[in-house]
Structures are given as C-alpha cells and as structure tokens.
C-alpha cells in the first residue's frame, strides 16, 4: 500500500509539472499509470474514472502501440467486474488493430483477454479455440502473456468439467512474472485440487504467502482469498475427520 502511496504522489507531482502536454504518448502514460495505481489498491470508483481517461487518451494517438497496449491494460478491470460489452469492444477493436499492424506482442496480449472474455460469457470452449489461435501472428515472446494465456487456457478446461487437465496445464508453473497471473493460476489450482479430491495443502502454503504479500492487487486477491477460503475448509475437515 505504501508503495502504491508514493508511486501515486510521484505521478501527481510529475502531472503538476506539465500542465500541458506536448507528447499525447506521455499524456497517455500519465493516465494509465494513474488508472494502474488507484486498480491495484482497489478504488474501484476512481479506476473506473481513470480507465474512461485512458481509453479516450489512446484513442486519440497514431503510436500504434500505445493506441493499443493501454486499451488491454484496462480492460482486466471490466473483465473482473463483469462489464463485458465493454471489454468486449476494446479486445476486439485491438485484437484486430494488433493483426492488421502487425504488433505481434500486443496481439497475443489482446488475444489472451479476449479468451477471458469469451470463458466470462460462459464459453469454455470458445475461450480455448480463442488462447489457441494467439500464435497465429507468431511465437508468444513475453513471459506473463504465456503465463496468461496457460492460466485461460486452464480455466476454460476447468469450466469443461476437465480439473485434471487444467492442473496438468498449470504443473510447469512454480510462479509467473507477475503476481497477478500468479494469484489466478494458485486460485485455479486450489479449486481443480478441491473438485478432484487431490491433496492441496502444497499449495494453500503458496497462496497463504501470496495473500500476505502486500503488493497484491486487491481484486486478484479477493479471487484468490475466495478460493483458499473453500481449500482451507476442506483441509479443516479432513483433520477433524483424522481425529475421530
């Protein structure tokens, strides 16, 4: 929280100091960096203000990329909230905006989400046709779109009743380059486990020091702490059960 805290004075004095922008480019990341700050501790209201910003911010700019890349980095707050028709209309603009630029990175990236999406509406097996159509434009080079893209890929399996594959989907991973992926791949983890029947105490270990860690965003960890509440009961269960 503290870091959050200064990461945001430091914006606000930065903000202060160009009242007028002469790049839009660096009016934007001012804004995204805003909008990423008030997402990770939680205020919701004004992260919803701030996303507003951005995507009007971008949408202004010819950089491809940064016309692009703040859209997806938004869209994980109304993909978490529910708000799909807004997640939907800034995926697939830059799903396609992505293909015809060929922005190969940015296109796996929007991809990734638009399986989110897909799995959010009810669409398992959409949401797997979707993860596995992101190398079309070539191989996926970043670590945490990779990482993104096993973690949809398990959560479609899991919707499709097949827990033990989308533990087999996850096994390779003993984290992911950020926390948030890593947050949704150990809720995942845990109720796959809890369907199955298998031993999670491994990893109720990880989530409990996930939890604990305050860089933590608040809505990946409220996914997270829902999960290990259910794991945590089972286990509490199961050693009463040893008991008698």
Avoid at 89 to 110: D, P, W
Avoid at 131 to 142: L, R, T
Avoid at 183 to 204: E, Q, S, Y
Wanted: charged share 20%; net charge negative.
């Amino acid at each position: 929280v503290l870091f959050r805290s200064r990461a945001l004075g430091v914006l606000e004095a930065g903000w202060r100091l160009a009242e007028g922008f002469e790049s839009p480019v660096a009016e934007c990341a001012f804004l995204t960096g805003f909008y990423y700050c008030h997402y990770l501790r939680g205020d919701l209201g004004t992260a919803f203000a701030d996303a507003e910003r951005v995507v009007a911010a971008a949408g202004a700019l010819n950089a491809l990329y940064w016309r692009i890349g703040p859209c997806i980095g938004v869209s994980d707050l109304y993909l978490h909230l529910g708000e799909l028709d807004t997640a939907a209309a800034l995926l697939e603009h830059a799903v396609q905006l992505s293909r015809e630029g060929g922005v190969k990175a940015l296109f796996a990236r929007a991809t990734l989400r638009l399986g989110w999406l897909r799995l959010a509406g009810g669409d398992a097996a959409g949401a797997l046709a979707v993860v596995d159509s992101a190398s079309s434009q070539g191989p996926v080079e970043h670590l945490e779109d990779l990482a993104g893209l096993d973690r949809v890929r398990a959560q479609a399996q899991f919707a499709l009743g097949d827990a033990a594959g989308a533990l087999a989907t996850l096994a390779g991973h003993d984290g992911a380059p950020t926390l948030e992926v890593w947050a949704l791949m150990l809720a995942l983890r845990l109720d796959a486990g809890r369907a199955l029947g298998t031993d999670t105490a491994p990893d109720v270990k990880r989530a409990l020091a996930v939890v604990g860690d305050r860089r933590l965003p608040a809505l990946e960890g409220l996914v997270l702490q829902r999960s290990l509440v259910h794991a945590l009961r089972v286990l509490g269960r199961a050693a009463r059960s040893e008991e008698h």
